[in-house]
């Protein structure tokens, strides 16, 4: 896992997946093949994430998810052609269940670390990432396993 991903996340540093194309009224909303693809990629990584969370070394685990986490904040930084955004572009156009996503690296975070740095990690990810509405229900999932960690 954590080879797949350092792969995918170099290769999109590096452009590989960049492609745009000259936008007008028709398909200002549509999304490159390259960016479909993309997302394609994350979505699946985020996925055998979830998955591995219980069964492979949490500290590796972290480690996939912390370097897609780079990745998402490169991508909004806007300063590389890592995707193509025709309209209003940034991470938020992914779609990416953070209710599904966050709760088993917050797991692994509990295994890996102490209850500050798990909470101090999930917290700058819920800030950063999570729009507003989905917040609270995450920190009810931070509470309970900084809760089932100090057992």
């Not at 394609?40 to 996925?47: N, R, T, V």
């Not at 998402?72 to 991470?91: C, H, P, S, T, Y």
């Not at 396993?145 to 057992?151: I, K, L």
């Amino acid at each position: 896992m954590g080879e797949a991903t350092r792969e995918f996340v170099e290769a999109a540093l590096a452009g590989a997946l960049y492609q745009d194309f000259r936008i007008n009224s028709h398909n200002c909303t549509s999304k490159s093949g390259g960016t479909q693809a993309f997302e394609a990629k994350l979505d699946l990584l985020f996925d055998r994430c979830v998955e591995e969370a219980t069964s492979s070394e949490p500290a590796d685990v972290v480690l996939a998810y912390e370097l897609l986490f780079d990745l998402l904040r490169e991508i909004d930084k806007f300063e590389k052609d890592i995707v193509f955004f025709a309209d209003e572009g940034g991470i938020w156009q992914f779609n990416l269940n953070w209710k599904w996503i966050l709760p088993p690296y917050m797991w692994c975070l509990s295994k890996t670390f102490g209850r500050e740095e798990l909470e101090r990690r999930v917290e700058a990810v819920i800030e950063e990432f999570v729009d507003a509405w989905q917040r609270a229900g995450l920190r009810q999932a931070l509470a309970a396993t900084t809760a089932a960690a100090r057992r």
